[in-house]
């Protein structure tokens, strides 16, 4: 997984930050290892998707290229999460375009992310 160097961190998962980082990252899926993540949609017409991480383990997707921009403790947080992120994006002026917005900031390895 590719991670946003400044990742956005809804107000649960932040307690728990690289703990919930590092269980995505191994795909484990357990109860105190959910979380949902924000992630640049690998379609071309899409923007940003949100799914929880015990969905990794699907063949539908590719971990390897996916690039995380947040991290929620549940779907509700994750929504709050994905209003604040559209919010910032207007207001510096990205108008409409999450994907481009977002693709351009700076990425790291789990290894680089702070909670």
């Known amino acids: 997984m590719i991670w946003l160097k400044d990742l956005y961190w809804g ?7 690289k703990k919930l980082v590092m269980a995505a990252e191994g795909g484990r899926k357990g ?3 959910s979380c949902w ?6 379609y071309p017409e899409g923007q940003l998707d949100i799914f929880s991480s015990g969905d990794l383990r699907s063949r539908l997707f590719d971990p390897g ?8 403790r549940d779907k509700a947080e994750a929504f709050a999460l ?10 510096q002026g990205g108008g ?4 481009a917005y977002f693709g351009a900031k700076a990425t790291t390895d789990w290894r680089g992310v702070k909670p």
């Open 11 to 17: 107000e649960k998962a932040r307690s728990q930050g």
């Open 96 to 99: 409409a375009g999450l994907k």
């Open 37 to 42: 993540l924000v992630t640049l949609s690998v």
């Open 82 to 91: 994905l209003e604040k992120m559209t919010a910032e994006c207007l207001a």
């Open 31 to 33: 109860k105190k290892d």
């Open 65 to 72: 290229n996916m690039v995380v921009l947040g991290v929620a």
